[in-house]
């Protein structure tokens, strides 16, 4: 069954603490992954888009990395303005026809 | 302003009392879809459409329905809400199938 792990399920972070979100997946037919961020109420936005492994992508304090099983979104010397449940999911082919499937989430929190 | 756009951004109603919840896109994007979002369980695909003339179910269909009568639009229709259909609800649209999907600020529905 085609499936999007995300851990952990909550992360809080002391201002310029550096970590990592982890995002597994078990997809029959990978075409791309995709990193959301989703603050409260409001709708998920775009960070990026991972189409293969080894490949990655940056953006301020954010970096995206992917391999075959799993990709991770590493947050550097992260600020509180970057408090928010990121979201991952994965474009696959399942069911005949061309699908996103998300993750539950990572709630992160990081405090000054 | 490139958007999605959803009205109402906050309903509450009966069980049983139809109503409908309006998407729109101004991006000329062929591929629109409808989520929900529940605490735990992610984003969840309810319906599809990837153009004016292919609509098509998603993992959770029951009790909703769709139509896309021009490019623009995809309003979503619930004909007899019941509780379990309170939710949080989101519109997305991308370019074709499989690019990335943007996604509108969200609906919040409250069925009694």
């Known amino acids: 069954e085609d499936q999007v792990t995300q851990s952990p399920e909550a992360l809080r972070l002391q201002e310029g603490e550096s970590s990592s979100l982890n995002c597994s997946y078990t997809?029959?037919?990978?075409?791309?992954l995709f990193w959301y961020r989703q603050d409260p109420g409001k709708g998920p936005e775009f960070l990026f888009t991972?189409?293969?492994a080894g490949e990655e992508k940056e953006k301020e304090r954010l970096k995206a990395t992917l391999t075959k099983k799993e990709s991770f979104l590493h947050i550097t010397a992260p600020k509180p303005e970057d408090s928010a449940t990121y979201l991952c999911?994965?474009?696959?082919?399942?069911?005949?026809?061309?699908?996103?499937?998300f993750g539950a989430g990572t709630r992160l929190a990081v405090h000054p | 302003e490139a958007q999605v756009t959803q009205n109402p951004r906050y309903l509450i109603t009966v069980t049983g009392k139809k109503l409908t919840v309006t998407c729109s896109q101004n991006?000329?994007?062929?591929?629109m879809s409808w989520y929900r979002q529940d605490p735990g369980l992610g984003l969840r695909q309810i319906y599809y459409?990837?153009?004016?003339?292919?609509?098509d179910k998603g993992d959770v269909p029951e009790g909703y329905k769709v139509s896309r009568k021009e490019k623009r639009n995809f309003p979503l229709i619930l004909e007899s809400p019941s509780p379990n259909q309170t939710s949080l609800y989101f519109c997305?649209?991308?370019?074709?199938?499989?690019?990335?999907?943007?996604f509108g600020p969200g609906t919040r529905l409250l069925v009694l």
């Open positions: 997305a649209s991308s370019l074709e199938v499989g690019e990335t999907q943007y």
């Open positions: 997809v029959s037919g990978l075409r791309g």
């Open positions: 991972l189409y293969s």
């Open positions: 999911a994965v474009q696959a082919w399942a069911g005949g026809y061309n699908k996103l499937i």
């Open positions: 991006m000329n994007h062929e591929y």
């Open positions: 459409s990837m153009n004016v003339e292919v609509t």
